[in-house]
């Protein structure tokens, strides 16, 4: 009852000022609507189909979340290698994008990833509805794709913790009627070379998808640096889906991902670059379900693997290696319940994560750990007036487990289980004026459960004590957005005013009465802002023979200020590694035998942290400037089963950089042929 209280208490707080600017955002459309006759809804567009935000399958003017999706379209005229490069492009906020497969820290509304752990990430990665097991994005390469679904906002009643600027939801390939496959290369900049093959189909009751690829590159150049050396690398990859469908409305279905990386170059900063430090990397994932039209269910289990070579001191024989294993394993159910022009979609899951990390030499960086999450939730939806008008509520419970567990290594580690619980909620509404315009509302409370080490850790390390707080809250934030969507024909518009209060933050500190470093409670942030996704489609417009879509997505803070009076003191008052705006630019075109997309993407000005100890602002806030990246790819068909592809990234040769310290290649041309069947 007192966590219930709590919850209405913050709702309360915030209802005000989200009804005001919902009422004005109503009244701006009450002309709109009364000019756009009913008649017009029957040239309405063929709507986009989405899953994540309501885990059923529904169009997108029928959700109440804002959703971007990253089409297989966009994939496929992609310069993109991997995830990492995929969500760069999608405008979303702060990205930290590292040479030597590593692209973490991705920011939704203000709120990012972890560098390291799905634990304490504010942003829940996922791979067909599960967790994904890694937030780094580059280890999930691109190839088996099929649409990546971005869910903006709070999205805990659903997902739970980690949810709070939002759900990545990436969705693999299935097979299609017939059979298709093909089998082709790549050669590019820095000797990069790449073979990959595809056999897909669907046979009666069964379909299956099965992708490979191997490639290679050596160091690259950067703009205004010359040669980066130690950025070179070796991957593969391995992709396998299988479904069998009986009864009519069963399906039962098995899915294997493998993504592998070794001598991948760990170049290091500018200023303190490093020769010889590499990196081995792997991520195995298994899936299998059963769905039918109303219920499913799936287990899931991800391996995934890091081992840091460096040498200290410089030389042969100092080879120093850590290893990080993580297993990710969990099993989801959920049934759907039609009332009518209503319905109850009600679940549960649990999920574990277990870490173990060894070194060769001296103690483990950190302890052993598991971590279970016990989750149940009932989400509801009222179709009124001819389902023009839809309500939505839902309601989570969850409890969890955290455990530090004896690690070899760590002689003075005392192993410690806490538990804790929270309860979360959310609402929203969709009203349609018209089949093709809309306005839309979500009002709901987030949360992060603190991480295994937050709350029981207790050790000695060669850094001094580590001790959790048992008495850590999560860390919550209470959002709603409002907005507008508009589809019809060749225009796409969708327009969204968000707000959040990110509260109860937790933070490391060095605790001088403990003599250890600990963890506690701090003031958050107040983020909020402005997101709008375009497009319209020239070429069909006008009739031109082709289609010709100009399209744009951007996101403009409007505010991000933190609360934190301890980070005010250091940094001051604006969010570090937060840009004002960032936009994502371009034009696709295709025809018959031909198919291009320019995309430039602007990432603004932001503060950052200075890491360079040999700086005078080393510790301080400085300014990382803006930048704009431009990239081109294009494919041609000559033939029937042949297809040309050509790509230039950095097509401007501009000196850039995601992360201080670590520029980006320069001018990078890629060229491949591929036999279709």
Excluded: C
Aim: a positive charge.
């Amino acid at each position: 009852m007192k966590r219930a209280r709590i919850l209405l208490s913050l709702i309360k707080g915030h209802t005000f000022l989200y009804l005001k600017t919902l009422l004005i955002t109503l009244l701006s459309l009450i002309s709109l609507y009364n000019a756009t006759s009913l008649a017009s809804n029957k040239t309405a567009t063929l709507e986009e189909i989405v899953v994540t935000a309501t885990k059923v399958e529904e169009p997108k003017k029928d959700v109440p979340a804002f959703v971007q999706i990253i089409k297989q379209e966009d994939i496929k005229l992609s310069t993109a290698k991997d995830v990492g490069d995929l969500i760069s492009e999608a405008a979303l906020g702060h990205i930290h994008k590292y040479p030597g497969a590593l692209t973490a820290r991705i920011a939704i509304r203000g709120l990012p990833t972890d560098l390291f752990s799905p634990l304490k990430s504010r942003v829940l990665i996922l791979i067909n509805g599960h967790q994904s097991g890694t937030v780094n994005l580059a280890k999930i390469p691109v190839e088996d794709i099929e649409r990546i679904e971005i869910v903006k906002g709070p999205a805990s009643v659903l997902y739970g913790s980690s949810a709070m600027g939002g759900v990545i939801n990436i969705i693999t390939k299935e097979g299609k009627e017939g059979i298709q496959g093909l089998i082709g290369g790549e050669v590019g900049s820095w000797r990069f070379w790449k073979a990959l093959g595809e056999l897909s189909g669907k046979r009666e009751n069964l379909d299956f998808f099965f992708t490979t690829s191997r490639s290679s590159r050596e160091d690259y150049k950067a703009k205004g640096y010359g040669r980066i050396a130690n950025t070179a690398y070796d991957d593969e990859m391995f992709s396998a889906r299988m479904g069998y469908k009986f009864l009519q409305k069963h399906y039962v279905y098995f899915n294997f991902q493998h993504w592998k990386g070794w001598d991948i170059g760990s170049p290091g900063a500018r200023y303190s670059p490093d020769p010889d430090d590499f990196s081995n990397k792997e991520r195995n994932a298994f899936e299998t379900g059963y769905k039918t039209e109303r219920f499913s269910a799936m287990y899931y289990l991800v391996k995934d693997k890091d081992e840091w070579h460096s040498s200290w001191p410089p030389g042969p024989g100092n080879d120093r290696i850590s290893k990080t294993k993580t297993d990710t394993q969990g099993i989801h159910l959920q049934k759907i319940f039609p009332l009518g022009e209503h319905r109850i979609v009600i679940g549960g899951q649990w999920d574990r994560v277990e870490v173990k990390s060894r070194r060769n030499v001296g103690a483990p960086y950190n302890p052993d750990s598991k971590y279970d999450s016990f989750g149940t939730f009932a989400e509801g939806r009222l179709g009124l007036l001819e389902k023009r008008l839809l309500l939505s509520a839902g309601l989570r419970y969850d409890y969890f487990r955290n455990s530090i567990l004896s690690t070899p290594g760590i002689a003075s580690l005392k192993p410690r289980t806490e538990d804790l619980d929270h309860l979360t909620a959310r609402g929203g509404l969709v009203f349609k004026f018209t089949d093709v315009l809309s306005i839309k509302g979500n009002l709901g409370t987030a949360f992060r459960a603190p991480a295994p080490d937050e709350l029981a850790a207790d050790y000695q390390s060669a850094f001094g004590r580590y001790l959790g707080n048992p008495n850590l809250k999560p860390e919550k934030s209470i959002s709603f957005d409002t907005g507008v969507e508009y589809s019809k024909d060749f225009t796409k518009v969708s327009f969204a005013f968000f707000h959040t209060k990110f509260k109860d933050k937790i933070l490391s500190y060095y605790d001088n009465a403990l003599n250890a470093r600990t963890f506690k409670n701090v003031e958050g942030a107040i983020i909020q802002g402005i997101e709008t996704n375009l497009s319209y489609d020239i070429g069909l417009a006008l009739k031109l023979g082709l289609s010709l879509e100009l399209f744009t997505d951007i996101t403009y803070h409007t505010k991000f200020t933190t609360k934190d009076k301890g980070e005010i003191e250091r940094y001051g008052k604006t969010l570090l590694y937060t840009p004002k705006w960032r936009g994502s630019f371009g034009v696709r075109m295709n025809s018959k035998k031909w198919e291009m997309r320019l995309v430039a993407n602007y990432i603004g000005d932001e503060k950052v942290e200075d890491w360079n100890r040999t700086s005078p602002t080393y510790g301080k806030a400085i300014k990382k400037k803006d930048f704009t990246v431009v990239n081109l790819k294009a494919a041609f068909r000559p033939i029937k089963h042949l297809e040309i592809t050509g790509a230039i990234e950095n097509l401007f040769d501009k000196e850039y950089e995601y992360v201080r310290g670590y520029p980006m290649p320069k001018r990078t041309i890629t060229t491949g042929m591929k036999w279709l069947f």
